[in-house]
């Protein structure tokens, strides 16, 4: 049956992963210093009276980390669940996206152009592959704090502008990176298929092979079945009951 399955989990090794995990935590730290419900220390500050910005930000990172989770999770059962898991993911990511571009223009400022030195000294950062076996938990968050420090000089400034835009660019480039995700899992689909069609494919083999080792009925010729009464086991017809036809094992 191990044939049957595609090995899930795995998420913990993925660049997609390691940031969404960067994201969210820095997008609760961003929250925390930037956004205040109190009007007197609102200043270059985002005013949020109900806390309802800090809510949907905050959130929309989770979904987007937790998503890649639950989908990589439920690829050995359903391939189809996994693509749309991780749309989920690249969706909530979009909007969290949104909301650091609307923060910025509330502060009558511009998103840095992908041409400007700052996001492409962001861009240009390489990811360390994560090669981690066993105490994965721990060494995931490792990995993604280590990884988190070759953004800290724009992610530790005191400028929140710059700060988001830095955000901005992260978020983008996971986004692209999802995107490619998603094509794979659905190219690796396309040519293997998923649990559904490989157990029906199962079932047809089955029998297949069935009807290889089962006579044929004596009365109408069909496949005979194995089955039980109250003196045993004997081959009784696949047809039954319109045909009646038995045979002794």
């Not at 968050?141 to 835009?165: I, S």
Request: charged share 30%; aromatic share 8%.
């Amino acid at each position: 049956m191990a044939d049957l399955f595609d090995k899930r989990g795995g998420f913990r090794k993925l660049h997609t992963f390691t940031l969404a995990t960067i994201i969210q935590l820095e997008t609760l730290k961003f929250c925390r210093r930037f956004l205040t419900q109190d009007p007197r220390e609102a200043g270059a500050k985002f005013y949020d009276p109900k806390g309802r910005q800090y809510d949907q930000m905050t959130q929309a990172a989770r979904s987007g980390r937790q998503n890649i989770i639950e989908g990589s999770e439920r690829s050995a059962t359903s391939k189809d669940t996994e693509m749309k898991l991780t749309d989920v993911a690249r969706g909530s990511l979009s909007e969290l996206r949104g909301d650091y571009e609307i923060w910025i223009l509330d502060n009558d400022q511009l998103p840095w152009s992908i041409h400007s030195p700052e996001a492409q000294a962001i861009n240009a950062v390489s990811l360390d592959p994560a090669t981690f076996t066993d105490d994965m938990v721990h060494e995931s968050a490792k990995h993604a704090l280590e990884q988190r420090k070759k953004y800290a000089r724009w992610l530790d400034n005191d400028d929140p502008l710059t700060v988001a835009n830095a955000m901005l660019i992260i978020i983008g480039r996971v986004l692209n990176m999802l995107k490619s995700q998603i094509a794979a899992q659905g190219a690796a689909f396309e040519e293997n298929g998923g649990f559904s069609e490989r157990l029906t494919a199962k079932r047809i083999e089955a029998r297949e092979k069935q009807r290889e080792s089962s006579p044929e009925c004596p009365q109408c010729g069909l496949p005979m079945r194995r089955r039980k009464s109250a003196k045993g086991e004997f081959w009784g017809c696949s047809a039954f009951p319109d045909c009646k036809g038995i045979r002794p094992i």
